[in-house]
């Protein structure tokens, strides 16, 4: 299976803040990188897919980069409802893997 | 809009069954590949079963192969979770969640609310 290693786990911010999370696969993965956002007691929403590509209604404050094996979300200026954990998951091959999670809290 | 309700979680006791439901409306079904995706209290996205649209093939995760089957109906708009011999590991919230192309790779695009699969006795 494909790992992918989420850095940092945790991370604190303020309003206003440019924030980057990386993710890293253990292998090429083509580009089929995918990134969530999901708020305690809620699920998980797609927010980029394809490393770079915004899904439809997500505000342009968010955005993705990077290619093969290493991946990055930003945030380009955090808004309060932004504070939430953050999943990259790869689907380049079964079983599509998630990372373990950026947890964004408020500094 | 695209609507996904999740059903049949429960508290069971180890070694037991469970069938979770997922009733979908808003999209065509039977278009689009259908996944189960759990999280434990706490911790992170697991993904545990996708099926395609159409042909329904399936894929597993091995935490779960030869005890959980997942189906469709695509009559009823309906996916389904069955859960044999249940552990006190698979305890977790169950979220179905639709994938955005017909294949069973892809992103998942729209997600339920969850149902939650306590495994105690």
């Known amino acids: 299976d494909i790992q992918m290693t989420q850095s940092p786990s945790s991370l604190s911010a303020s309003v206003g803040d440019r924030v980057t999370i990386t993710c890293q696969a253990s292998q090429d993965i083509n580009n089929y990188l995918n990134w969530y956002q999901q708020k305690p007691g809620k699920a998980p929403k797609l927010l980029i897919y394809?490393?770079?590509n915004l899904e439809t209604g997500v505000p342009s404050r968010f955005s993705g980069s990077g290619s093969g094996t290493d991946f990055t979300f930003t945030i380009s200026s955090l808004q309060a409802e932004d504070f939430a954990t953050y999943y990259c998951?790869?689907?380049?091959?079964?079983?599509?893997?998630f990372g373990q999670g950026t947890k964004l809290d408020i500094k | 809009e695209e609507q996904l309700l999740e059903s049949g979680g429960g508290l069971v006791q180890p070694g037991g069954s469970l069938r979770l439901s997922c009733a979908a409306s808003g999209f065509t079904f039977s278009s689009y590949a259908m996944n189960w995706v759990r999280q434990a209290p706490g911790k992170g996205l697991e993904w545990v079963s996708g099926i395609s649209g159409t042909i329904g093939s399936t894929s597993y995760a091995d935490s779960v192969k030869g005890r959980f089957t997942i189906s469709r109906d695509n009559s009823k708009n309906t996916l389904y979770l069955q859960m044999n011999s249940l552990r006190a590991d698979d305890t977790a919230v169950y979220y179905c969640?639709?994938?955005?192309?017909?294949?069973?790779?892809?992103?998942?695009?729209?997600w339920g609310q969850g149902t939650l699969v306590t495994v105690s006795s």
């Open positions: 969640a639709k994938g955005s192309l017909r294949l069973l790779d892809s992103p998942f695009d729209w």
């Open positions: 394809d490393a770079s």
């Open positions: 998951q790869q689907y380049d091959t079964l079983p599509p893997g």
